[in-house]
């Protein structure tokens, strides 16, 4: 169902926003009912436990290294930042968001130790897991085209290979507009909107009215060529932003994460079902780098909302 298949992307990069308690009692009253972290904050930790919040928490990049040269290194991770919370209802580790260049030889090391850790501790439900960026896809149209760029295939092999056989989801930051502000004159805003009338790409049987669907689907395809044909893509970032670049105004934002939620209950062309989605972000974060970054926001830090939005 809807509800199930979204949730909101908790970051923390500004100097101004709620005490997590409140932030955990915002995600209960506007029904909100998963929880992206980007690391296992202490005090996010303790107020979600027991509230029947999904989370999903992340390894941060700065500790990869750490986390695949040990197997005790992880195992302590896990002690510290998942088994001190049993009342936390965990649904993957993410371990590293969009890591790039030479730290992707950690990653798969690392993945493979925190699932051992978590399996060793009885955990072994809670999936392991990475973030990859849109980015890694070389080819994402059409989308029975779609492939990684040659820099990535190389380290998403092995990724791919590890979640086919931990039965783990593969975690990708889709962002339509990041992909049509880098070049609007190649598409119609309209297409990365959700707002386009009829199929904009025609892929075989398949017909294609938003970017969205596109990138999803070209993933799907990419990670079919590294033996990952049964591994579930999660959206794990999606969103549009209020302000500070182009087309980035709340009514804008709106229509795309109104239509976002609303969507992706159903699935994309050839993935029918619901598509597990992170919508970025909870807050406006005031220490990110200033322009549109500061600005994906579905509330304030006063708690606000910047535009109306219904989960």
Known sequence: TRVES??????????????????VSMFKSNGINSMRLYAPDQAALQAVGGTGVNVVVGAPNDVLSNLAASPAAAASWVRS?????????????????EVAGGATQNLVPAMKNVQGALASAGLGHIKVTTSVSQAILGVYSPPSAGSFTGEADAFMGPVVQFLARTGAPLMANIYPYLAWAYNPSAMDMSYALFTASGTVVQDGSYGYQNLFDTT???FYTAMAKHGGSNVKLVVSESGWPSGGGTAATPANARIYNQYLINHVGRGTPRHPGAIETYVFSMFNENQKDSGVEQNWGLFYPNMQHVYPISF
């Open 6 to 23: 979204i949730g909101v992307c908790y970051g923390m990069s500004a100097n101004n926003l709620p005490a997590a308690s409140t932030v």
């Open 81 to 97: 930042n998942i088994q001190a919370y049993p009342k936390v209802s965990f649904r993957y580790v993410c371990v590293g968001n």
């Open 216 to 218: 999803v689907d070209a």
